[in-house]
């Protein structure tokens, strides 16, 4: 009986983990949505990096491959920005009335 009321003791303490367990990732993507409305950027470089961070853990080899990629695309963008940004070369000078003729 005494083996019987352990085991009992040990389930209901596991349920309540799990139950919070449930709780804090319910919590957790409360806040994540509400980040995502107040401050999309940050959360989204957030969630990103953390991303990167397991995929690094996970498959080094993929992670590297992902980060070339996201370069790539840096480089990519940052160039196209400076050739939309530079400035358009005057034109011919206009005439205008010289005192001096």
Do not use: N, W
């Not at 940050?42 to 491959?65: D, G």
């Not at 005057?90 to 003729?101: V, W």
């Amino acid at each position: 009986m005494k083996e019987f009321l352990t085991f009992l003791t040990a389930v209901v303490i596991l349920a309540i983990a799990q139950t919070l367990t449930s709780l804090l990732g319910i919590v957790l993507l409360i806040f994540a949505l509400l980040g995502v409305i107040a401050y999309p950027q940050r959360t989204f470089q957030l969630i990103a990096s953390l991303s990167l961070l397991v995929l690094a853990l996970k498959e080094p080899a993929y992670c590297i491959a992902a980060l070339s990629a996201i370069g790539a695309v840096v480089l990519l963008f940052d160039r196209l920005q400076t050739r939309s940004k530079q400035p358009v070369p005057p034109g011919p000078p206009l005439l205008t009335h010289d005192s001096d003729h």
